[in-house]
C-alpha cells in the first residue's frame, strides 16, 4: 500500500512566521504534489516536482517555495506566512507514467 | 472556462436509489479521467479511471462522452457510507499534472 504521511495534521501560526510542511512517501515514487484545498475552490496546485532537486510552479506558487534532497521527501515552505494562506495543504505522489495521484492526510493550517 | 466543472450539490438520496452526477472538461485531447472519492475531512482517494468510453466497478458506472466532454458517474442501489465528495479529475496535456473539478456532495439518508 502506497503510504504518504505529512508532518502535522493542525497547525497554528501568527502572520509572518515562516512555516514549514513535510512530505514523506514510502512507495519510491518519482512526481510529488503540493495543493491547498478551498471550500468551492477544490484543489489546486501549489508545485509539482518530478525529481530530486528538480521543481515547477503550479497555477498558484505566490507566497510559497518548495525543497525536495531526497526523492521520498517534498517540503513546502511559507516564508512569511499571511492569513489568506489558511487552507488545507494536501500533499500527493505518483509514479512518472501514470497519472493516478496518491494523497497524504493533509494538514490544515491557520494563521492568525 | 474551467478547466473542469462539477455540479456542486448536493445530491441527497435515500438509500438504496440511484445517483448520478457530470463534470465536463475544457481539454477536447484528455484521454483519460478519473473519479476521487473524498470524505468529510479526510484525503482524496481513486475511486475510477476511465481511458475509454466508461468503466464499471460493482455500483459504480463512468461514462464518457468526448463529442460533448463530460463524464458522468453513476452510484446504483447508494450505500449510507456511498456519503461523499466525488472529486472530477482530467490530466492536463504534455505533464503530469492533474485538474480537478470542487467536487459534487453526495449524502445518502436511511
Known amino acids: 500500500d502506497v503510504k504518504v504521511t505529512q508532518s502535522s495534521r493542525y497547525l497554528v501560526k501568527r502572520t509572518g512566521e515562516k512555516v514549514f510542511l513535510e512530505c514523506v512517501q514510502d512507495?519510491?515514487?518519482?512526481?510529488m504534489f503540493w495543493y491547498r484545498q478551498d471550500p468551492g475552490l477544490g484543489l489546486r496546485l501549489i508545485y509539482f516536482?518530478?525529481?530530486?532537486?528538480?521543481?515547477e510552479k503550479g497555477d498558484i506558487p505566490e507566497g510559497y517555495s518548495v525543497s525536495r534532497e531526497k526523492k521520498e521527501r517534498f517540503s513546502l515552505i511559507l516564508e512569511s506566512a499571511s492569513t489568506n494562506q489558511t487552507s488545507m495543504y494536501l500533499c500527493?505522489?505518483?509514479?512518472?507514467?501514470?497519472?493516478?495521484?496518491?494523497f497524504g492526510p493533509g494538514t490544515r493550517l491557520t494563521v492568525l | 472556462r474551467k478547466e473542469v466543472e462539477q455540479d456542486p450539490g448536493p445530491f441527497n438520496v435515500p438509500e438504496g436509489a440511484t445517483v448520478a452526477f457530470n463534470c465536463t472538461y475544457s481539454?477536447?485531447?484528455?484521454?483519460?479521467f478519473f473519479w476521487y472519492r473524498q470524505d468529510c475531512r479526510k484525503e482524496p482517494k481513486l475511486l475510477m479511471s476511465?481511458?475509454?468510453s466508461g468503466n464499471e466497478d460493482g455500483r459504480f458506472t463512468a461514462q464518457l462522452n468526448r463529442a460533448s466532454q463530460y463524464i458522468s458517474l453513476l452510484i446504483r442501489d447508494s450505500k449510507l457510507s456511498d456519503s461523499a465528495t466525488y472529486l472530477c479529475?482530467?490530466?492536463?496535456?504534455?505533464?503530469?499534472?492533474?485538474?480537478f473539478g470542487a467536487g459534487t456532495t453526495v449524502t445518502v439518508r436511511a
Open positions: 476511465v481511458y475509454s
Open positions: 512507495m519510491d515514487h518519482e512526481n
Open positions: 481539454n477536447s485531447a484528455s484521454q483519460s
Open positions: 500527493a505522489s505518483s509514479s512518472s507514467g501514470t497519472r493516478e495521484e496518491y
Open positions: 479529475v482530467v490530466p492536463r496535456s504534455n505533464d503530469y499534472k492533474l485538474s
Open positions: 516536482s518530478y525529481d530530486v532537486k528538480m521543481k
